[in-house]
């Protein structure tokens, strides 16, 4: 069994910064294909970033050049940092794992860009 609890999330302004964290217990994420994804109102949920065991960094075209995905094995957590926001990636961001076939989710943390 695998718990993520995400954090980090807030209200910022356009063009501004946040780096959302996801801390796993249970099992060690090192073995994990992590992700993270974003949910709008009204919308449905998609990836935003995945990293695979060996490091390997895939992102959406939104977030490509602003968003940095990345995993810290000692610290069993992942991080999502976030540049230049903008209002629309205001959504409620989830980090979710995949181990030996099972996908994990945290609750999510809200995002909320300002105009």
């Known amino acids: 069994q695998v718990q993520l609890v995400e954090s980090g999330g807030g209200l910022v302004q356009t063009g501004g910064s946040l780096r959302l964290s996801c801390v796993a217990s249970?099992?060690?994420?090192?073995?994990?294909?992590m992700a993270w994804f974003r949910q709008a109102p009204g919308k449905e949920r998609d990836v935003v970033a995945t990293i695979t065991t060996l490091g390997i960094t895939h992102y959406a075209d939104a977030v490509k050049g602003r968003f940095t995905i990345s995993r810290d094995s000692a610290k069993n957590t992942v991080y999502l940092q976030m540049f230049s926001l903008k209002p629309e990636d205001t959504a409620v961001y989830y980090c979710s794992g995949r181990l030996n076939g099972i996908d994990y989710w945290g609750k999510g943390t809200l995002v909320t860009v300002s105009s």
């Open positions: 249970g099992r060690a994420l090192s073995d994990a294909r």
